[in-house]
Structure formats: structure tokens, C-alpha cells
């Protein structure tokens, strides 16, 4: 698998990813450039890690924008009936963060045995962080996780303006993934992130 990080506050939403693609059996590098995350719109992001079933749905049902009218709740209950019907039996997680209409901060998150969309969630007045870590069970990864979120709290609580805090929350999550990048095969230090600030 690989990895994506999402940061979600009331007025900002950031998603990161790694770009290596590994064959599913032998784990092979096939590519050092293979997007898991894409800004699709102005209020919506969305990120992948397991097999590329979600991102050939997304490419086949979508291509890669939708229309500025659609908000990130919105999406996220379209895109998810369209794995539910189309279903395969593939291993991967999607994370699904933006705007609400309402003007909120919003995030969701599910896999492929999902039944609802498991962590859906409005942000007001609190951020949240969202992580899909790689699948590597040497490798524990709730310190790292814990202190990202601390820093990322601290960053929003300090910052003068929300521009600023998503440069800065951008580059801890750079830096993150590329320190797990350190000790695990399916993730690279090459990092697509895009942003959104409402």
C-alpha cells in the first residue's frame, strides 16, 4: 500500500500522497510517478492507497474534475454507491475531504468492505488529521501519528492567517511521508499535495 495524509479545519483542506505503484504479487516498482490524490474541483480532494480500482472508477466515471457546483459531501455519497455497485474484490481505502455547502470543512473515509462511509465528519471549530498508512505490520506508526497531530494543532493555533498554515502543514506532511518513505518499500519520497482554503 501506500500513503495519504489529509488535514481538515473549518477553513482549509489539505490531502498528500506518495507516487510509487508496486505490482500487487511480487511488489515489484512498475512506477515512481502514479498519482494517489487530485484536486477534482474547488471544494473537493481525494486520495487512494491499495489497488487502482478507485482511481480507474474515478477516471472512467468522472475523468479527473467534476463541476465547481459539486461540494465535497456530495461527492463522497456518489463516489461511494459507485464502488459499492461496481464492486471488486480489491484492497483500498479512499479519503474524501473539502467543502460542505454550509461552508464547513468536511472529511470522509472509506475501504473496500465499508458499508457506510465510516468517518464522515463536519469540522468547525476543530481540525483533524486522517491517515492511511502503509500496510507494514513491522512498522508502528501511532507515535509518529500522535505528534503529527499535535504539530499540525500547534501550527493552526500560531499561524497569522490560514495561507500560512497550510504552507506550513504542507510541509510537515512532506516531511512525514518522507520519513516513512525510510522504512517502507511501497512509499516513495516523491509527494503530490493539493489544497483547498474556503
Not at 502503509?134 to 493552526?156: L, W
Amino acid at each position: 500500500m501506500s500513503m495519504v495524509v489529509a488535514s481538515v479545519g473549518p477553513q482549509f483542506a489539505i490531502i498528500s500522497g506518495d507516487t510509487r505503484a508496486l505490482e500487487k504479487d511480487t511488489r515489484k516498482v512498475v512506477s515512481e510517478d502514479y498519482h494517489k490524490v487530485y484536486k477534482l474541483n474547488d471544494n473537493v480532494l481525494i486520495g487512494f492507497v491499495g489497488t487502482g480500482t478507485p482511481i480507474q472508477r474515478l477516471k472512467d466515471k468522472f475523468g479527473y474534475q467534476i463541476d465547481n457546483k459539486i461540494f465535497a459531501d456530495e461527492f463522497a455519497k456518489e463516489f461511494f454507491e459507485l464502488m459499492k455497485s461496481n464492486y471488486i474484490e480489491d484492497e483500498y481505502a479512499v479519503l474524501i475531504v473539502g467543502k460542505m455547502k454550509n461552508g464547513n470543512g468536511w472529511c470522509t473515509g472509506f475501504n473496500q468492505l465499508s458499508e457506510k462511509m465510516d468517518t464522515a465528519k463536519q469540522f468547525t471549530e476543530d481540525l483533524d488529521m486522517f491517515f492511511l498508512w502503509p500496510d507494514n505490520e513491522k512498522v508502528d506508526y501511532s507515535d509518529m501519528q500522535s505528534s503529527q497531530i499535535k504539530k499540525v494543532a500547534g501550527i493552526v493555533h500560531h499561524a497569522k492567517n490560514v495561507k500560512r498554515a497550510v504552507e506550513e502543514i504542507s510541509t510537515s506532511v512532506t516531511y512525514l511521508i518522507q520519513e516513512v518513505s525510510k522504512e517502507v518499500d511501497s512509499v516513495n519520497k516523491n509527494i503530490v499535495t493539493y489544497n483547498l482554503i474556503f
